[in-house]
């Protein structure tokens, strides 16, 4: 999968991160290049020079590429001076007068998706601290690029064509299952573009069995979440779950809609929700 614009971003914001949290004055990474097994190093912050702007890091080659090829945190207190690693980047790493480094890989479904690096231009130990630092903002990275895959598969999955042009009844709890883990993944989006194209398919979705939201009942967005939950067969603690709520405030929000739709019992809040077209 090719790195898009908003993956950098994700690696650009963690190293800024890194940096502010353990005071490294180095720091740089990239992402893995489509269908190449090497690392481009794109993001830097602390350089004073160009050496490593746009190197390619092989798998196994150097500490980045020793830390892709096995798919876990490698680090060395005197870069030039490692025996556990081959020295194909001594150059650009000397260029710029690094000695320890620490080297994290970004893992995603079992696959390297880019490298995180922190330096120091001395030769000691990075501490535990510091190597922590560096392993959360890996973690950082993995999880927005993991909620960023989901979201688009989401997306993917959820344009088969109009619900009439197939089985109605499979078809039918398929759309419906699809819209409420949308509606679950939506608060965890901060991709503004991202955001907006799981917003308009929710509708998409919520079209194919009417034509989207009709009549005077308006319901907050929250309240969608929740409802949409529940249609799913959710339970009060486990759309909380889902949804990065609590309970109590799940049921606020429950006792709102229910309230808006004019229904007496969870149930009926679906029924009239779906009549509504606020649900599939």
Known sequence: MAADAADVVEIRSALVRLRRATGLPVVFGGLMESGRRRVRIS?????ATAAL???AVTSGSGLGGKAVALARPCAVTDYSAARHISHEYDAPVAAEGLRSVVAVPVVVRRRVRGVL???????????????????????????????REEARELVTAARP????????GAAREQVREAHAALRALLPRVTDASLRTELLDVCALLAG???C???????LA???????????????NAAAAERLGLRAETVKAYLRSAMRKLGAR??????????????LP
């Open 221 to 235: 967005p929250r309240e969608v979440d929740v409802l949409a939950c529940v249609a799913d067969g959710a339970t």
């Open 53 to 55: 702007s746009s190197l």
């Open 161 to 168: 064509g109009p619900l009439r042009e197939v089985a109605a």
């Open 43 to 47: 993001e830097l912050s602390g350089t």
């Open 265 to 278: 019992t969870r149930g009926e809040a679906v029924v009239a929700a779906r009549r509504a077209g606020w």
């Open 212 to 218: 989207g939201p009709v009549g005077g009942v308006r």
């Open 117 to 147: 690096y922190g330096a120091l231009r001395a030769a000691q130990p990075l501490g535990d601290r510091t190597l922590s630092a560096a392993v959360e903002a890996a973690r950082d990275v993995e999880q927005a690029l993991l909620l």
């Open 208 to 210: 194919e069995t009417g």
